[in-house]
């Protein structure tokens, strides 16, 4: 069984900084690409970033340049650091990984549960 974990949402000034972190625990065997997702009201989800087993990273373009994602395979753990942060970036944020499960090697996508991020003055 996997489980991810979510943490670090919470309510920020324009301009300011969050960082969100992900952590995956169970019975891993492999991770491929881990993700960030996010889903304002009214709205679809959207990819916000994603990495790669290999580090290759890609970014919607209305961060670009603001967050960076990254990753500690040791922990299993991806990260969302954001800043310059601005009232459009408001939503539920979810992490996505894509990983090997030991107890069967089946390949399959698991969904954290959402933290919310509010940017406001």
């Known amino acids: 069984q996997v489980q991810l974990v979510e943490s670090g949402g919470g309510l920020v000034q324009p301009g300011g900084s969050l960082r969100l972190s992900c952590a995956a625990s169970?019975?891993?065997?492999?991770?491929?690409?881990m993700a960030w997702y996010r889903q304002a009201p009214g709205k679809s989800r959207e990819v916000v970033a994603v990495?790669?087993?290999?580090?290759?990273?890609n970014y919607a373009d209305s961060v670009k340049d603001r967050f960076t994602i990254s990753r500690d395979n040791a922990k299993n753990t991806v990260y969302l650091q954001m800043m310059s942060l601005k009232p459009e970036d408001t939503a539920v944020y979810y992490c996505?990984?894509?990983?090997?499960?030991?107890?069967?090697?089946?390949?399959?996508?698991?969904w954290g549960q959402g933290t919310q991020v509010t940017v406001s003055s």
């Open positions: 996505f990984v894509n990983l090997a499960d030991s107890r069967t090697r089946l390949w399959n996508e698991y």
């Open positions: 169970g019975s891993i065997f492999s991770v491929a690409a």
């Open positions: 990495i790669t087993s290999a580090l290759r990273t």
